[in-house]
Structure formats: structure tokens, C-alpha cells
């Protein structure tokens, strides 16, 4: 008998639901982490993010906004500026976003077993690492 543990979006909706500000993520990450997802891409151009679970399930969430640009040339200190703002409340999910694009984020992942978060550049640099707390 499998003991794979399938979620499915309207789960994450609504532990998405609870975060406002980016003060809540660590409590997020650790709801997602309870529901059997080890970790996601998030995609920048237009939100769409994949989750992959503990034992490779995966599903997708659909773009959230039409496709934005993403700086060619990441810029890492201004994606930390924009990351400090929004994880002391002073901006909103879809902002934080606009102003990573801004910043050269292609995506992020969030890796709930290591609880690390890495923000990466359309080359697939790391621009920005940074651990979770909790």
C-alpha cells in the first residue's frame, strides 16, 4: 500500500489564503510542508508555479497575471531590498513579484526539506538564498 500523499490546489489556495504579507511565509512553508509537498518553482513571468511532493507527485498551478518581463541582468542587491520590504509587510504578494522581475528573477523555489528559498536569474544563476525560519 503507497503511503504517497497527494494534495491538491484548492489545499494550497487556502493556506495561501493566510499569508498577507511576507511576514506569514514561514508558517505557509510549513502548512505546504504538512500537506506532503517537499517543494515548488515558482515562475515570475506570470505566476505558474508547480509543486512536487514528497514522492514526486506533482501539479500545477495555473499564470496568475499576464506575462511580465523579467530583467535580462539580475540585480541581487535590489531583489534583497525588495525581499526585506515585503517580509516586513510593506508590500503584497503581486508587487513582491513585479519588483523581482524587475530585479532579473526568472523563478524561485522553495525547498521545504531544506527550508531554503532560492531566487534565480533567467541564466540560472542565484541571485539571492536565503533560509527559512521556523
Not at 494534495?7 to 489564503?17: G, K, M, V
Not at 495555473?62 to 540585480?75: L, S, V
Not at 525588495?82 to 516586513?88: G, R, S, Y
Request: charged content about 20%.
Amino acid at each position: 500500500m503507497s503511503t504517497a500523499k497527494a494534495f491538491t490546489l484548492e489545499q494550497i489556495r487556502d493556506a495561501h489564503a493566510k499569508v498577507k504579507s511576507g511576514a506569514d511565509f514561514p508558517a505557509y512553508v510549513q502548512e505546504l510542508k504538512a500537506l506532503g509537498i517537499a517543494h515548488y518553482e515558482h515562475f515570475v513571468a506570470d505566476g505558474r508555479i508547480r509543486y512536487t511532493g514528497i514522492d514526486g507527485f506533482s501539479i500545477d498551478a495555473p499564470a496568475k497575471w499576464p506575462e511580465q518581463n523579467i530583467t535580462a541582468k539580475g540585480d541581487a542587491a535590489q531583489l534583497k531590498t525588495a525581499l526585506e520590504v515585503h517580509q516586513q509587510g510593506g508590500s503584497d504578494y503581486f508587487t513582491f513579484c513585479q519588483q523581482s522581475a524587475a530585479a532579473g528573477v526568472e523563478k524561485w523555489t522553495t525547498d521545504m526539506q531544506a527550508m531554503r528559498c532560492s531566487y534565480y536569474s533567467q541564466s540560472g544563476a542565484v541571485l539571492l538564498e536565503e533560509i527559512i525560519p521556523g
